[in-house]
């Protein structure tokens, strides 16, 4: 097998190279990954394809590397190896099957020692054929998390690494993180008995897009599909808004860290949540679109809201008066995720541009990562006309020859290295929950109600109109398209 040594040689000065550069911690010794509910759709779509990317990329070693699969289903090893191959695309196949033969699978429940200890008699007897004298062990929990406190409590009972060993053991939780204030506070609490924080990895797949990791360094068309019982349980508002979207305006609107460490990133983080205003009724619009309710698992009376426009105020220096406007939905008439910085209009408009809009910076998360400026400038020509352009980052075109690594990928690395600035601390969950609970509480005892709007629009017109009350600007007539590659 001269070619797999080859491969991995050269895998592995690459790992190098670029640690190197990062000034990053190698650390040595055998790893072990455990994918608890590895028969689950997030396991085989997002856990283990992260997993192959950073084996293909070098970050994970053959003879350092140990993947173990857990989950109650009846599986032999090549069985989970055939459901994982379907989700490797457009991968080598001498790669694919080099990582497949790391992977090894364990059936047992989640709440009974008996799998526990088979899962750790297999995590155990690889560390001792390793011989390296240490214990590095990452259980990443793709599993509902109702079952998290006995998932852990069996981790810490059974499959902690062994103190006569070096290592650690670190575990990955996967949002939803409770469903209001004092749910989250409780899986905090019983997670916080088992573990310390610097073992705990909140992981939200959001902070590890490349663009939102730029936003340190830089300062959707479809409905519920079949999936409507399980989101009617959350809503937008949990589903995106107060997670995904509210990790994003953190890094917008907080204060500049002293450092990159970790801890001062997030401790900045904490304090714009918790100078946040409470929200105030008259600037929510809840949107549910037609035909939600069609879904049999949907109740015929359900209030949940599937889209949501929500204005957040910012009770400090810099951002006092500044609106911040929220706004996620299902079924609208475009897909993606972005961040519009509005510019204020300059006093005597003498070219007459406020009918085309104001200049905007835009981040665009989704699809076709991008910044650009929106501007207005002079229409080429003999007359002085205006119209609006761009200034324009595309990420496909400028870094063509560059692999912009999936988020999954980059949040199970920062896992392994231990670095957990994008990963969500007890006390930001916290302040995070104590600015939606109050809302929550009011739509789910039916004091707020959702309006109805048709599938592939922009959403209720009442939120466009919350919008230009707070001073939003929509433009009309100008659409950026992203460039395409030749």
Request: proline share 5%; hydrophobic share 35%.
């Amino acid at each position: 097998m001269a070619g797999t040594d080859s491969s991995a040689s050269s895998r592995q000065s690459s790992f190098n190279s670029l640690a190197k550069d990062l000034e990053l911690p190698l650390e040595q010794g055998c790893l072990t990954i455990v994918v608890l509910g590895a028969s689950g759709d997030l396991a085989k779509k997002k856990t283990f394809p992260a997993l192959y990317h950073l084996f293909e990329q070098g970050f994970l070693q053959s003879g350092e590397v140990h993947i173990v699969g857990y989950a109650r289903t009846n599986l032999s090893d090549d069985g989970l190896r055939g459901r994982i191959r379907a989700y490797l695309k457009g991968a080598s196949e001498e790669h694919v099957s080099e990582f497949l033969q790391l992977i090894k699978y364990v059936s047992g429940s989640y709440d009974s020692g008996e799998g526990f200890e088979k899962l750790n008699k297999e995590i155990s007897d690889y560390e001792m054929s390793n011989n390296s004298g240490s214990s590095r062990r990452l259980f990443y929990l793709a599993l509902p998390p109702s079952v998290y406190p006995s998932v852990c409590k069996m981790i810490r009972t059974y499959c902690m690494s062994p103190t006569s060993r070096t290592g650690w053991t670190r575990v990955i939780v996967e949002k939803p993180f409770g469903r209001d204030l004092d749910s989250a506070e409780e899986l905090s609490s019983q997670l916080g008995e088992l573990f310390q924080e610097d073992q705990l990895y909140r992981i939200d797949h959001y902070l590890g897009k490349e663009l939102v990791q730029n936003l340190i360094v830089f300062r959707e068309d479809f409905g519920t599909d079949g999936r409507g019982g399980y989101f009617d349980q959350y809503g937008i508002i949990r589903d995106i808004i107060q997670n995904h979207l509210l990790q994003v305006f953190c890094l917008v609107a907080m204060e500049k860290p002293v450092s990159l460490k970790p801890e001062h990133i997030r401790d900045e983080k904490v304090k714009v949540l918790q100078s946040v205003n409470p929200i105030k009724d008259e600037e929510v619009v809840l949107g549910q679109y037609q035909g939600y309710k069609d879904d049999p698992t949907v109740p015929d009376d359900s209030n949940t809201p599937t889209f949501a426009s929500i204005v957040l105020r910012v009770h400090n220096e810099r951002w006092e008066g500044v609106p911040f406007i929220l706004k996620a939905g299902k079924a609208l008439n475009s897909r993606k995720a972005e961040i519009r910085v509005q510019f204020k209009d300059v006093p005597g408009d003498i070219f007459k541009c406020k009918k085309q809009g104001r200049n905007e910076f835009v981040i665009r998360l989704q699809p076709s990562e991008a910044m650009y400026m929106k501007l207005t400038v002079k229409k080429p020509g003999l007359e002085m006309a205006t119209e609006q352009s761009e200034l324009d980052l595309s990420y496909g075109m400028r870094y063509q020859d560059v692999k912009i690594p999936e988020a999954y990928e980059r949040l199970i690395l920062d896992t392994i290295r231990g670095d957990q600035q994008h990963f969500v601390r007890r006390d930001e969950l916290k302040a995070a929950w104590q600015i939606f609970t109050p809302l929550l509480h009011n739509i789910d005892a039916g004091k707020l109600k959702a309006v109805s709007y048709k599938p592939g629009s922009r959403g209720p017109k009442e939120a466009d109109e919350l919008s230009e009350k707070v001073g939003y600007m929509q433009t009309h007539g100008y659409i950026w398209i992203p460039p395409t590659l030749a």
